[in-house]
């Protein structure tokens, strides 16, 4: 069986490779909310039970393969925030925030920089977002460790946190996250509300409260002081705001952690009260997505990780276009135009026609099939500036003709020149396409480091500060292979 200590963890989110931990408990079982629970029948105290069972969970607690997707978890993580480091967008936070820093207590992954625990944790969430690679929960499709990781690996760096009680706050923040999630989706989303800032902050208060020893009432001070400090919108998608919303939700969650631990003191009721945050911020609310089956059943085992990096809602499109061009040989100028029938939330969150800017063509339904026919593939490369303005994606992109279709399902038809017959493909369940086999995928996790290939990594780092020793390939692909399971190999 693997054992983890502190030097452990942070060994593997600075040299990208985490085991996972074997052995496991019975679960924690907590109270179960039973009938309809709707803004006007709220079960009693929610807040205070999920602090209750939060502050009682423990690493044994957690199913081994639970433990595994969590180490997943985090190397998805590292792999995207490293190889987003130097982003201009990235480049602009650090150059913004540096001058008014608190002392240098936590680094800023793949950067010489270190920072203030807070403002390292934000530009880390900011650094994992902003290539929209990170890791998906598959039916709301939001994106949780980009804003719990920072906050484990910042607080595990400024005081002594062993590498168990590491991974459980991690989980235990992911977790919450899904779950608050669960209970105010759809209508969040259709209140314009982007849910990697606007609940973010919940599973990083969780995370920092766990790693600092709260006590159940101040866990409930910090989820109402988390409660209280939503943020990010959708009309943010396309610009570098887009990626601020997860890294100031990160901010946000451990600022309310800290202060609840000094007993800075908020409402015992803030996530169901009348005037309380599901009410709020939606009108939908689900208490029973929260607290049910709390130790029993984990959301966070559910997490997956993306192919391709831009909205998820993009992916089967994508998909359908690379097996086309691939199987035909086909090659832009034989196209005509391209019939695409996909979700009616595929036009909605990704219709951008004419996107001028790399990260505009993360949101365009237009551009992602374009390049994906044009090159063939769809990673950081080919939602750049470059690609955005290459003059034949761009002559493609206009023969592109999205409708809605069902919810399920998408059709993608190319009409060739004069002289080629049309060629077409079908998914019948698109909406879930490559989810739930991506987690046994070690290559997904491995393209994720390959972005760093084409940048100039930081060679002037404060020799000064404390390094950690490179972990060994073979111990990186144990953490994400399906083979290498701790109980099949100890």
Same mark, same amino acid.
């Given at each position: 069986?693997?054992?983890?200590?502190?030097?452990?963890?942070?060994?593997?989110?600075?040299?990208?490779?985490?085991?996972?931990? /074997?052995?496991?408990?019975?679960?924690?079982?907590?109270?179960?909310?039973?009938?309809?629970?709707?803004?006007?029948?709220?079960?009693?105290?929610?807040?205070?039970?999920?602090?209750?069972?939060?502050?009682?969970?423990?690493?044994?607690?957690?199913?081994?393969?639970? #433990?595994?997707?969590?180490?997943?978890?985090?190397?998805?993580?590292?792999?995207?925030?490293?190889?987003?480091?130097?982003?201009?967008?990235?480049?602009?936070?650090?150059?913004?925030?540096?001058? %008014?820093?608190?002392?240098?207590?936590?680094?800023?992954?793949?950067?010489?920089?270190? %920072?203030?625990?807070?403002?390292?944790?934000?530009?880390?969430?900011?650094?994992?977002?902003?290539?929209?690679?990170?890791?998906?929960?598959?039916?709301?499709?939001?994106?949780?460790?980009?804003?719990?990781?920072?906050?484990?690996?910042?607080?595990?760096?400024?005081?002594?946190? /062993?590498?168990?009680?590491?991974?459980?706050?991690?989980?235990?923040?992911?977790?919450?996250? %899904?779950?608050?999630?669960?209970?105010?989706?759809?209508?969040?989303?259709?209140?314009?509300?982007?849910?990697?800032?606007?609940?973010?902050?919940?599973?990083?208060?969780?995370?920092? *409260?766990?790693?600092?020893?709260?006590?159940?009432? +101040?866990?409930?001070?910090?989820?109402?002081?988390?409660?209280?400090?939503?943020?990010?919108?959708?009309?943010? %998608?396309?610009?570098?705001?887009?990626?601020?919303?997860?890294?100031?939700?990160?901010?946000?969650?451990?600022?309310?952690?800290?202060?609840?631990?000094?007993?800075?003191?908020?409402?015992?009721?803030?996530?169901?009260?009348?005037?309380?945050?599901?009410?709020?911020?939606?009108?939908?609310?689900?208490?029973?997505?929260?607290?049910?089956?709390?130790?029993? #059943?984990?959301?966070?085992?559910?997490?997956?990780?993306?192919?391709?990096?831009?909205? !998820?809602?993009?992916?089967?499109?994508?998909?359908?276009?690379?097996?086309?061009?691939? +199987?035909?040989?086909?090659?832009?100028?034989? !196209?005509?135009?391209?019939?695409?029938?996909?979700?009616?939330?595929? @036009?909605? @969150?990704?219709?951008?026609?004419?996107?001028?800017?790399?990260?505009?063509?993360?949101?365009?339904?237009?551009?992602?099939?374009?390049?994906?026919?044009?090159?063939?593939?769809? *990673?950081?490369?080919?939602? /750049?500036?470059?690609?955005?303005?290459?003059?034949?994606?761009?002559?493609? #992109?206009?023969?592109?003709?999205?409708?809605?279709?069902?919810?399920?399902?998408?059709?993608?038809?190319?009409?060739?020149?004069?002289?080629?017959?049309?060629?077409?493909?079908?998914?019948?369940?698109?909406?879930?396409?490559?989810?739930?086999?991506?987690?046994?995928?070690?290559?997904?996790?491995?393209?994720?480091?390959?972005?760093?290939?084409?940048?100039?990594?930081?060679?002037?780092?404060?020799?000064? +500060?404390?390094?950690?020793?490179?972990?060994?390939?073979?111990?990186?692909?144990?953490?994400?292979?399906?083979?290498?399971?701790?109980?099949?190999?100890?």
């Amino acid at each position: 069986m693997f054992d983890l200590d502190r030097r452990s963890f942070l060994r593997v989110a600075t040299a990208a490779s985490f085991g996972a931990a /074997s052995g496991s408990t019975p679960a924690l079982a907590v109270p179960q909310a039973t009938g309809a629970n709707t803004a006007a029948a709220a079960p009693p105290a929610v807040t205070r039970m999920l602090a209750r069972y939060i502050v009682s969970a423990k690493y044994e607690d957690l199913p081994q393969g639970v #433990r595994k997707q969590g180490a997943r978890t985090l190397l998805n993580w590292v792999g995207v925030a490293v190889g987003a480091s130097h982003h201009e967008g990235v480049n602009d936070v650090v150059a913004a925030l540096a001058p %008014f820093s608190g002392p240098p207590q936590a680094a800023i992954m793949g950067r010489h920089e270190r %920072f203030d625990i807070l403002n390292a944790a934000m530009i880390n969430g900011i650094s994992t977002h902003i290539f929209d690679f990170d890791d998906t929960h598959p039916k709301t499709l939001i994106h949780a460790s980009s804003s719990v990781a920072p906050v484990v690996i910042a607080l595990a760096e400024y005081q002594p946190v /062993s590498g168990k009680d590491c991974l459980n706050a991690l989980v235990l923040g992911v977790e919450t996250v %899904f779950r608050m999630f669960n209970a105010v989706w759809p209508e969040h989303n259709d209140r314009g509300w982007h849910g990697a800032g606007s609940i973010g902050q919940f599973g990083a208060a969780v995370a920092a *409260g766990k790693l600092l020893g709260l006590s159940e009432q +101040q866990m409930v001070w910090a989820l109402g002081l988390a409660a209280s400090q939503p943020v990010g919108f959708i009309e943010s %998608f396309g610009s570098m705001n887009k990626s601020f919303n997860p890294g100031r939700a990160a901010h946000n969650g451990l600022t309310a952690a800290l202060l609840a631990a000094r007993n800075y003191t908020s409402s015992n009721q803030m996530l169901e009260a009348k005037y309380g945050w599901a009410n709020v911020v939606s009108t939908k609310q689900d208490y029973r997505k929260i607290i049910e089956g709390l130790g029993q #059943r984990y959301e966070a085992a559910l997490n997956t990780y993306k192919p391709f990096a831009c909205g !998820i809602v993009l992916h089967p499109a994508i998909d359908a276009a690379i097996q086309l061009r691939n +199987q035909y040989q086909l090659t832009a100028e034989q !196209i005509d135009h391209i019939d695409l029938r996909v979700n009616p939330q595929v @036009l909605v @969150l990704t219709g951008k026609k004419t996107p001028y800017a790399g990260l505009e063509g993360k949101f365009s339904i237009y551009h992602a099939v374009a390049v994906a026919v044009v090159e063939g593939a769809a *990673g950081e490369k080919q939602f /750049s500036e470059r690609a955005v303005r290459d003059p034949v994606v761009v002559a493609l #992109r206009g023969k592109v003709v999205p409708g809605a279709q069902g919810y399920k399902s998408i059709a993608l038809v190319m009409d060739t020149v004069p002289g080629m017959e049309f060629v077409s493909v079908n998914y019948p369940h698109a909406r879930v396409l490559y989810l739930p086999a991506i987690k046994e995928r070690v290559p997904v996790f491995e393209g994720k480091f390959r972005i760093t290939e084409d940048l100039k990594v930081d060679s002037a780092a404060d020799t000064s +500060q404390p390094r950690f020793a490179p972990v060994p390939t073979a111990e990186l692909t144990a953490a994400a292979s399906p083979g290498s399971r701790p109980e099949e190999t100890a």
